[in-house]
């Protein structure tokens, strides 16, 4: 009998395994230090065949120095230290601020009609404003009922060389760093984003959600594997450097620029767009600034706020971040750039991702490092 045709777990013994294969995903990993790499490989190239998609340096490829420019604060020992860095999964603007300011437009806009068309009276104009109070509310309580809920979060653990991905609900990805692929991905905006091979634990998941089902909704790369960088004010190829460079040589590695702190370019990272104690540096403009209070932003970022303080790592992830991890099973080294080739962004090209390599002397390289070429496909 195979695994589909079983009868589905219910909905308490489903939740159970779920939880049981989430606690056992670390020990998978040290167990599987070289997993087979190749469906990753293979989902990435579907991935490159879209004209939104974009492959970026590979790991291993250092940014030429004199084009590195971080605009980061480090200086919280909490989230930047010499053994891991944390950032929030997203920067994530108020939902349910943003529905609100929809409902103060529907309003002007029906105070404009009584402007504009004198003989129209509030109450004829009372229907439209009901049909929009309608479709918006159900939206606003769905928002503010769900900002909040614990957010996910992500940690780079440079002593264990592991991305730890929280989803918010106390399920964790390990994934070790020299599997990450970089993306750039512009189907809704320009993002940077980190791919790896997909967590057994989701794999076995999404099995144990098809069981009974004969018609099974297809994989695709959307999961928990899947990192978005969320640093203000570094655009794809500065984030990604970002990252590589802490994960490789640590926290004096990812300081500001000297020309950034003096031009007071240096900003802290947060969840929320446009937090309640950085609203004057934020909101330049007294009009914006009365707007996000009109909206209710001030209380609705307290709340995504306490969302955000509702979060906790599980035991084995503090374990591993602390003074003496268990790195039994891990390769915890770190990717050394490659000496023989830099890649340096293209500032003539009309798009922040686009790069060209050169070598060790800024000269244009003839050909991509070993690391970057495409990967053969692998034989069944």
Known sequence: MTERSQAPLDKAGLQARIDALWREE???????????????????????????????????IAMWPEDVFFTVDVSDPERFNDRFMELPMGHIRSSAAFIVGMHHVLVLFILSLVMVFPAATLAELWPLYAFGLLLLAPLFWFCFRTEREPMGRVRYNRQAQLLHIDDGKGHVAHIPWRHVRPLVDERSTSVLKLYAPRPRAEIETYKLRIRGNPNPPPIDLSGPYECVNSLPDLYELQGLEFIRRYMAHGL??????????????????????????????????????????????????????????????????????????????????????????????????????????VNRHGLPLMMAPESMRPKAASKA
């Open 252 to 357: 004096p590695a990812i300081q500001p620029h000297p020309s950034a702190l003096a031009q007071g370019l240096v900003k802290a990272t947060d969840h929320v767009d446009v937090p309640t104690r950085w609203a004057g540096k934020y909101l330049l403009s007294p009009l914006r600034r009365y707007w996000h209070a009109l909206c209710l932003g001030p209380w609705l970022d307290e709340r995504a706020r306490l969302g955000e303080a509702r979060f906790e790592w599980n035991d084995e992830v503090k374990q591993l971040c602390g003074r003496s991890p268990n790195l039994r099973g891990l390769d915890a080294r770190p990717i050394k750039p490659n000496p023989r080739a830099y890649y340096r962004p293209a500032y003539d090209y009309p798009v922040s991702f686009s790069y060209r390599l």
């Open 26 to 60: 670390l020990e998978w990993v040290r167990r599987h230090r070289e997993p087979d790499m190749s469906d990753l490989d293979a989902e990435i190239g579907k991935e490159l065949e879209r004209r939104d998609v974009h492959a970026l340096p590979a790991l291993d």
